[in-house]
């Protein structure tokens, strides 16, 4: 894979890693509500679970969802109504200090799961494979662009985590808390505009 190539993918991904999108909302929610140590799984299964889904789908299964769109269109619309679940989650996440011992961040296999759902996710995957891989040495430059995603994500999760975090201290008020974590949940919600805008479209 050529050097100026590499170059530009490390652009492209730590620009699409680090602009807000679901996992970025999620991250920071989390943040507020748990601090860094707690949302450390939550952290792995975003920058674990989607660059397997970027080599997954570089590898074949883009293939069969070319020849079943159908099975795409399944997984679509139910991502959607997970993300609305994980948006009803974060709008009822305990202020800090409240309920401590029963709140839970989302945990490791959520997060790797939730990137099959996320649409920004599958922007990113598409985006990277059609820009980015070399026809003629497919494989290796899939690799390489999954490592180097891996190697941009993680830094980037830890930021916006970090930024929620410190947050903490200028929301000690309960009733702030929660509405701050109702915007977060919103901004989820919003995030699912490109679903609801082909769905009328269609």
């Known amino acids: 894979m050529p050097l100026d190539l590499i170059l530009a993918f490390l ?5 699409s890693a680090i602009t807000p999108g679901p996992n970025n909302m999620m991250l920071l929610a989390s943040g507020v509500n748990f601090g860094l140590a707690r949302t450390v799984p939550h952290i792995l299964g975003i ?26 269109t399944v997984m679509k619309y139910g991502g959607a109504f ?15 200090g409240e309920g401590a011992s029963t709140a839970r961040p989302i945990s490791f296999l959520q997060a790797a799961a939730f990137q ?3 649409p920004k996710a599958w922007a990113m995957v598409f985006g990277a494979i059609a820009a980015y891989t070399v026809p003629e040495n497919f494989l290796v430059s899939m690799l390489v662009i999954t ?4 190697f941009v994500g993680l830094p980037s999760s830890v930021v916006w985590t970090v930024f929620g975090t410190t947050m903490r201290g200028f929301l000690r008020d309960p009733k ?5 974590n109702t915007a977060m949940a ?16 269609a």
């Open 82 to 96: 997970y993300m609305l679940w994980l948006a009803w989650k974060i709008a009822h996440s305990y202020p800090v």
């Open 11 to 15: 652009s492209f991904a730590f620009v």
């Open 147 to 150: 490592g180097l995603y891996a």
């Open 47 to 72: 920058n674990i679970g989607f660059p397997l889904m970027l080599l997954v789908v570089g590898l074949g299964l883009g293939q069969i969802f070319e020849r079943f769109p159908d099975i795409y």
């Open 176 to 180: 702030t808390v929660r509405l701050f």
């Open 186 to 201: 919103l901004l989820l919600v919003a995030s699912l505009w490109p679903i609801v805008s082909e769905m009328f479209n």
């Open 116 to 118: 099959w759902v996320n």
